[in-house]
């Protein structure tokens, strides 16, 4: 089976300019999340969907949007590009979203794919 | 201050040595803490998780949580250049991941 594909796998902006980064989760995961990783860092989490819904969202800025279409592929859109947007962007998706109310199991479990590397010049 | 603390090193080990990470975390409420690999140009890959407190081990590799003092701990005996990854700490709260930096391990023949 596919695991998660994302593309671009690489692309190079200029500020200001728009991007749009593409995932597609694995067969039957209803979840895609979001994650921004800098170059040395840990990934930081950006938007959750699940079933088209947007669950959560983490601390970027406006020019950051995303959505799910109904066969749970994800686009996530950056406007107005700045240099400080340059990283690895991780597309993750999952069965079902996170909760402790899933039996302490990890049916939320999240499976990244390889990423879209994005330099902004 | 950060949610999740990690020393990124690097580390560097012989092939055979045991590594040892560690990660401290802010947040009491958390409850699920997970071990990620992520080799180099890849996605993280989950390793192992454990809920609450306690040990558990898998293969080589021994996961440690002490809710006691915010402290995470992963164990890898007998290493070998395969194991040569960033190891990425992690808590999970509702939606969404909380990542540590990552520490850089080579494990060298």
């Known amino acids: 089976d596919a695991g998660v594909t994302q593309s671009p796998t690489h692309l190079i902006k200029t500020r200001g300019q728009q991007v749009t980064l593409r995932c597609s989760p694995i067969?039957?995961?209803?979840?895609v999340s979001w994650y921004q990783q800098v170059l040395g860092q840990g990934p930081q989490f950006i938007f959750q969907?699940?079933?088209?819904?947007?669950?959560g969202r983490g601390n970027f800025p406006d020019r950051f949007s995303a959505r799910q279409f109904p066969n749970y592929s994800s686009e996530l859109n950056v406007n107005a590009l700045l240099l400080g947007d340059s990283a690895l962007y991780l597309c993750a998706s999952s069965f079902s979203v996170w909760t402790d109310s899933i039996s302490r199991t990890l049916s939320g479990e999240l499976f990244f794919g390889e990423g879209s590397r994005l330099t902004v010049l | 201050q950060k949610e999740v603390e990690q020393d990124p090193g690097p580390l560097s080990v012989p092939e055979g040595a045991i590594v040892s990470l560690n990660c401290t975390y802010s947040n009491s409420a958390f409850q699920y803490f997970m071990w990620y690999r992520q080799y180099s140009r890849k996605g993280p890959e989950l390793l192992m998780y454990?809920?609450?407190?306690g040990n558990k081990e898998d293969g080589r590799f021994t996961a440690q949580v002490d809710k006691s003092s915010k402290y995470i701990s992963l164990f890898i005996r007998d290493s070998q250049p395969s194991d040569s990854a960033t190891y990425l700490c992690?808590?999970?709260?509702?939606?969404?991941?909380?990542f540590g930096a990552g520490t850089t391990v080579t494990v060298r023949a």
């Open positions: 067969s039957g995961h209803k979840s």
């Open positions: 454990t809920y609450s407190s």
């Open positions: 969907y699940y079933e088209k819904e947007e669950r």
């Open positions: 992690a808590t999970a709260n509702d939606y969404k991941l909380s």
